[in-house]
């Protein structure tokens, strides 16, 4: 399944043999924007994977700007967490970034990691149940 945003925001697909989450936001975003897509998650994504097994969520934030909304970003990244989400892939646009990334997040169980490529982040995945 996929999801395309009217405004061109973001995509979702929704992997539900792997139970696998892959976003892709996109632009500079505002509050509009941020009520679509958890409108569309509650309404269509977690509809989708059905029952309360864990799934993942794999972002490519490779176009995404940061945005104003980062706040209630980090909220829904917990509603994700209190919903399923027992792993989270960030496809980010340089090494520096990823390096820093994961080291910033190390020893967090639940913590994103970061990857330069959806490859690394596909095989980082699998290797952890997804």
């Not at 909304?69 to 980010?92: P, Q, S, Y």
Request: proline share 4%; hydrophobic share 40%; net charge positive.
């Amino acid at each position: 399944m996929i999801i395309k945003d009217a405004m061109e925001k973001y995509e979702i697909k929704v992997d539900k043999v792997r139970r696998v989450v892959y976003e892709k936001p996109m632009g500079l975003w505002n509050e509009d924007d941020y009520n679509r897509w958890v409108k569309d998650y509650k309404s269509k994504v977690i509809p989708a994977l059905g029952n309360s097994q864990p799934w993942a969520v794999c972002a490519d934030l490779t176009a995404y700007k940061t945005s104003s909304i980062t706040e209630k970003l980090n909220e829904f990244v917990k509603w994700k967490v209190e919903n399923g989400v027992a792993k989270t892939a960030m496809i980010v646009s340089s090494a520096t970034v990823k390096m820093q990334m994961n080291r910033a997040v190390k020893d967090t169980p639940t913590a994103p990691q970061a990857f330069t490529s959806l490859n690394e982040a596909d095989t980082w995945l699998k290797s952890v149940g997804f």
